[in-house]
């Protein structure tokens, strides 16, 4: 998985960096979960794959212990006043593999200026509410699965309203799966009907947004 998703990065970055870090680009934002030092001894070294099946089975049982001892959201964002954590041509490809980085199967660690990072969806499944902290009045979350959670853990649904603002969650009204759609395989006829609902479903909300 690691090797993937760095040939995807490598082989789209010149457009995706020509068009995100261009002047007048909208602004950017990558979620990533920081690792505290005591976590990355687990995270980046030989050990990663077995934590990674641990926090899987600590999700099932709803057990966010190590999670919030060891991990922290954060946010790459092309506008950010903390150079920190300003999101850049330069760093993209580094900030981009950390958000997809999920330890029961990427083997490769992902680190960021010398800090060490893995998946946002340990910590966050969509940063709408980050978002709703920024000063937009509207957020549209979109998600691949018939249910949007917060985090991993799946105990609290994402809400429709933050901090006063709406948020408009966009959801399959199947489970991609059920198409021959996963995370590793798809289909070509699976493709298909999956990209044509999501087209449907983005029609439905355009309209019902400017009613």
């Known amino acids: 998985m690691s090797e993937m998703i760095l040939a995807g990065i490598a082989s789209n970055r010149e457009w995706l960096v020509d068009g995100l870090f261009k002047a007048g680009s909208p602004r950017f934002a990558i979620a990533v979960s920081a690792v505290d030092e005591a976590g990355a001894a687990e995270t980046q070294g030989s050990g990663a794959r077995r934590r990674g099946r641990l926090l899987l089975l600590a999700a099932a049982r709803g057990d966010r212990r190590?999670?919030?001892?060891?991990?922290?959201?954060?946010?790459?964002?092309?506008?950010?006043?903390?150079?920190?954590?300003?999101?850049?041509?330069?760093?993209?490809?580094?900030?981009?593999?950390?958000?997809?980085?999920?330890?029961?199967?990427?083997?490769?660690?992902?680190?960021?200026?010398?800090?060490?990072?893995?998946?946002?969806?340990?910590?966050?499944?969509?940063?709408?509410?980050?978002?709703?902290?920024?000063?937009?009045?509207?957020?549209?979350a979109v998600s691949t699965e018939p249910v949007l959670y917060r985090d991993i853990m799946q105990d609290r649904l994402m809400p429709n309203e933050w901090q006063g603002k709406r948020i408009h969650v966009i959801t399959p009204e199947f489970d991609p799966s059920e198409r021959?759609?996963?995370?590793?395989?798809?289909?070509?006829?699976?493709?298909?009907?999956?990209?044509?609902?999501?087209?449907?479903?983005?029609?439905?909300f355009i309209t019902q947004f400017m009613a």
Not at 86 to 94: H, I
Not at 114 to 121: F, G, T
């Open 180 to 204: 021959g759609v996963g995370y590793t395989s798809a289909s070509e006829a699976g493709l298909e009907t999956v990209y044509r609902h999501g087209r449907q479903q983005a029609r439905a």
């Open 66 to 140: 190590w999670i919030d001892n060891h991990l922290t959201l954060e946010l790459f964002d092309s506008a950010a006043t903390d150079r920190r954590l300003r999101l850049t041509a330069n760093n993209f490809d580094q900030v981009a593999y950390a958000s997809t980085r999920m330890l029961h199967a990427w083997d490769i660690p992902a680190w960021v200026n010398s800090r060490p990072y893995v998946d946002a969806h340990y910590t966050c499944a969509c940063p709408a509410l980050q978002m709703a902290d920024l000063p937009y009045k509207h957020i549209i």
